[in-house]
């Protein structure tokens, strides 16, 4: 059974992950000269997210999702796309939200420049639901285009019962690794029920699933390359 992992937020405290924007130019050359051809390339979210959660929730699991992933793969880490499409939660105060068509647009050019970097599986990883669609259009539409380089969009495993948009699952999670953004008694009365079934450990359960099977799926990418 995969090791559970509780990592709160500590400066130094980072996985060992190759990150795109801290490299100079001659290292990311090395890197890729040396076989590192994969990089993860996170999509999150801006929204309301009730009371007790921080507007960027999904856009800190991104950044998290993937700094562990590029890391259990020896991939790049690319920079977070923060803003997502988020028009089922536009009702909600703090959300941020652009076209699916223009997310599509922005995975498709940001994975052609990561081909032309050299590398050959470009990974679309989004923690947020409302992105999924505008990926998927993205991963066809890349792999259409007859490039060596090869696009994939994993969805993370949440379990069986995740509970509610800004419920038990991802506020578990932000307990076990951002508990000093979670402000639980500020929740509204239509989750108070079902956050009673939120902690740290389950926080850590779910990470561990969500991230194991990205891992898998990327692994599995992998192998069909070769």
Known sequence: MAELRVRARREGDLL????????????????????????????????????HLPLGADSLLADLVGREAAARLDALLAPTVRVGCAHEHLGLNGTLSVEAETLTDTAVALAESLARLGFTLIVLLSTHGGNVQALHRAVARLNSLGSAARTCAPRGDVGPDPGSHSGKWLTSVMLAHYPELVDLPAAGATLRDELQDADAQRGAANFERFVSSIVDQITAHRSRAR
């Open 16 to 51: 060992s992950a190759h990150e795109l924007e801290r490299l100079t130019a001659p290292e990311l050359r090395r890197l890729l000269e040396g076989g590192l051809t994969t990089v993860i390339v996170p999509f999150g979210s801006v929204e309301g997210q009730d009371g």
